[in-house]
């Protein structure tokens, strides 16, 4: 005898679910990508300073091909977990950190495709684009993060908001007594920003 309305157990899990955690683990490696590459740069070459000199500066010389190719591949990770907020079924403001999220990953292939003017070297239209990228990605990405969080819990707000916080008064403290540390207080807000992002893409995961 049929039982139209009975439920039936099955094993394998929705689409939708097996597409959001593939796109979660897509945004993962992206972003996890371009963090190692700054961190190994960082840490492994003489040639630059990471305390004074952007991340960006990788762009251009021996490692441009790392650098470029992790602000590629890291923005289509932030790309990834932006599409996953902004068509899932969740609250208004998720899905609008989602959007921001997706322009954040936007802004980092730009960066892919035009290299930074090094300190002191003449401006250049691929330099102003790649600056103005930047501005909107550190705008954008951290305020996407922030907005997708929501429901996450208050911990997780509360530890992501000091991430934040931590760069942002290491930016207010550079800029007031001139130490020179433009380049650590960028690495900052790239921690900061990155690893919220990948406790974004854990979180939603586990949720699909």
Known sequence: MAFPNAYVSTDEPPRRSVAARALCVAAVAGVGYLGLVILVLSVATSAYSPVTQMASDYGVGPYAFWMNSGFLVAGAGFVSLGAVLAVSHRGRTQRAGGALLVLAGAMLIASSFNATDIEGAAATFHGAVHNAAGVTFFLAGPAGVVLAGKGFGRLWLACVLAAFGAAA?????????????????????????????V??????????
């Open 169 to 197: 008064l290491a930016l207010a403290v550079n800029a007031a007594i001139g130490l020179g540390a433009a380049g650590f207080v960028e690495r900052l807000a790239i921690l900061a920003t990155f690893g919220s992002a």
């Open 199 to 208: 406790l974004t893409a854990a979180q939603v995961y586990r949720e699909s």
